[in-house]
C-alpha cells in the first residue's frame, strides 16, 4: 500500500488512506494471533511432555504391581 503514495485530499486519496490504514490494523491483528498461536503451541508442547511422563510412571507402577 505504501509504494505508491497518494497525495490528494479527494475520494481517491481517502479511499487511499482508509485502506492504509486497514492494512496496519489488520497486520497487527495477524501479528497477535500469530503470537497467540505460538503461545498456545507452546503450551500443547508443554502438557503432551507431562502427559508423556505421566502415562510413563503409570505403566512402571502397572508393571511392578502385576
Known sequence: MQANPVRSSDEIGQAYHAM???SKNLNQIIH???SNVTEVADQLVRSTEQFTQKSKQLLQINHNAT
Open 32 to 34: 497477535g494471533i500469530a
Open 20 to 22: 492504509v490504514k486497514m
